[in-house]
């Protein structure tokens, strides 16, 4: 369990870099800054706990599975929010624009959220594959 949560931390790391680093393009910004905090690997990691719901899911319609992600990325999106929040006195992410919620859902990241919990279960049946405990 405590490699899987490396594994998914270091992994959700990786790909936030990513995509903050895309933003910086499309804002037209070449450095291509990326950016996360560590706060976020431990946010990750945590996905270790989500693992039986895709053992329970595995086999539903992927359009499904892919809503389901999304519903519960935000509700985790939300909570940690909330209780880094409630520990730090601030937050370690605060979103603006329409279609958010309180600063820390940004409902129109649904289809990064749908996607990236569908290849949450290709990890996950990944590390089922090689026996990674």
Do not use: Q
């Not at 996360?36 to 499904?64: K, Q, S």
């Not at 809503?67 to 909570?79: D, F, M, N, P, Q």
């Not at 959220?113 to 089922?128: K, M, N, P, S, Y």
């Amino acid at each position: 369990m405590v490699k899987r949560f490396f594994v998914y931390g270091l992994l959700g790391w990786g790909i936030e870099v990513f995509w903050t680093g895309l933003g910086s393009l499309m804002r037209g910004d070449l450095r291509l800054v990326s950016f996360t905090n560590l706060w976020m690997f431990l946010i990750y990691g945590c996905a270790v706990f989500l693992e039986p719901i895709h053992d329970i899911i595995r086999n539903w319609r992927w359009p499904l599975r892919g809503l389901i992600w999304v519903i519960i990325i935000w509700g985790i999106e939300y909570t940690s929010g909330i209780i880094l929040k409630s520990l730090l006195g601030t937050y370690p992410w605060f979103y603006t624009g329409r279609f958010v919620y309180e600063g820390l859902v940004k409902f129109d990241y649904a289809p990064a959220w749908f996607v990236a919990g569908l290849l949450f279960e290709r990890v996950h049946a990944t590390l089922d594959s090689y026996g990674v405990a």
